[in-house]
T-cell receptor, first 117, second 111 residues
């Protein structure tokens, strides 16, 4: 089954304790992206990757890191989490870039709810 | 960053009623997508519109892209409880490699 898998689904942590949220897709997609979703703000892009070893900042990259060493995996790293990073996080992938999105819709994972105390 | 504004933010209606959700921007988009998100899940693509003035129908859902490609609407006919969810519009422009999302419309259809 074609899917984007995020882990964990729920995570509660404390300020400053490094954490990684994993994302894996089995569709051989080139484009992958991380979003955070907050009430009233919709989905805001954190980082995206056009292909292996190619990553770029989205609209809200501060406090986050990503890597794309393999095509299927795109982990999100919070080196020193803070309470304002409490949010619902989504990983997504598509065959092509958003500019060609009419042929390559984004496929989303089921989300990771992160709470930083 | 281009901004997409959706209205209304919340909508609660009775089963069988019709409704329209709007997505507006001051920027021109090369394409616009509509997604639906249910609790505990990620958004799922409903439709992509590309041409100004384009109208697409998906059963009881009708999507329209404005002539100037700055706005879009989603019309649902005879809403059903299964239509309940968060509806998100998202657009791409020729100068960006990102998909910009609106803040969403939370629709509740009461039986």
């Amino acid at each position: 089954e074609a899917q984007v898998t995020q882990n964990p689904r729920y995570l509660i942590t404390v300020t400053g304790k490094k954490l990684t949220v994993t994302c894996s897709q089995n569709m051989n997609h080139e484009y992958m992206s991380w979003y955070r979703q907050d009430p009233g703000l919709g989905l805001r892009q954190i980082y995206y990757s056009m292909n292996v070893e190619v990553t770029d900042k989205g609209d809200v990259p501060e406090g986050y890191k990503v890597s794309r060493k393999e095509k299927r995996n795109f982990p999100l790293i919070l080196e020193s989490p803070s309470p304002n990073q409490t949010s619902l996080y989504f990983c997504a992938s598509s065959f092509g870039t958003p500019m060609s999105s009419y042929n390559s819709p984004l496929h989303f994972g089921n989300g990771t709810r992160l709470t930083v105390t | 960053t281009q901004l997409l504004e959706q209205s209304p933010q919340f909508l609660s209606i009775q089963e069988g009623e019709n409704l329209t959700v709007y997505c507006n921007s001051s920027s021109v988009f090369s394409s616009l997508q509509w997604y639906r998100q249910e609790p505990g899940e990620g958004p799922v693509l409903l439709v992509t519109v590309v041409t100004g003035g384009e109208v697409k129908k998906l059963k009881r859902l009708t999507f329209q892209f404005g002539d100037a490609r700055k706005d879009s609407s989603l019309h649902i006919t005879a809403a059903q409880p299964g239509d309940t969810g968060l509806y998100l519009c998202a657009g791409t422009s020729g100068s960006a490699r990102q998909l910009t999302f609106g803040s969403g419309t939370q629709l509740t259809v009461l039986p």
